[in-house]
């Protein structure tokens, strides 16, 4: 975890204002995120459709909801907030993905809807010139359904 911190030193806090001269990579995120109770499962898994291939990323899950204060987090996750969290992708392949990133996050408290925003927190420098499947919103509501993006 210690080098998913460092990943985001000194990042202003967006791919966007990383991207540089660096290589491009056309990083995506599919999956699905589940409320029930003060329970929120997200699933996701990174890809990237290159051109060039990247080393690692993080991906930022925001929520309308404020975060149990406890968390078990899975590997390569940190608490970035009150209502944050960034996890490293790992190695993303040109036209590859990356590994699946599973969280169970508690709520402060029960929420009849949380809208969970993801996006791409930083790329190592690549251009990502499609923000349209990197940057989600799901709106989840307290019914225990799976909802796509």
């Known amino acids: 975890m210690a080098g998913l911190l460092a ?16 290589p491009e990579a056309d990083v995506a995120y599919h999956g699905r995120v589940a409320l029930s109770g003060a329970r929120l499962r997200i699933w996701l898994v990174p890809e990237n459709d290159g051109p060039a291939a990247l080393p690692n990323a993080t991906v930022r899950v925001r929520l309308s909801a404020e975060l149990a204060d406890r968390q078990e987090l899975a590997e390569g996750c940190a608490r970035a907030g009150l209502r944050e969290v960034v996890c490293e992708t790992g190695p993303l392949p040109l036209h590859g993905r990356g590994r699946h990133i599973g969280l169970m996050l508690e709520l ?12 791409t927190w930083w790329n190592g420098g690549a251009t990502d010139r499609n923000h349209a499947n990197n940057e989600h919103v799901v709106l989840a509501l307290d019914t225990g359904d799976a909802y796509a993006f």
């Open 7 to 22: 990943l985001g030193a000194g990042v202003p806090g967006s791919a966007q204002a990383s991207a540089g001269d660096g």
């Open 108 to 119: 402060r408290e029960r929420a009849p809807e949380v809208a969970v925003r993801v996006d």
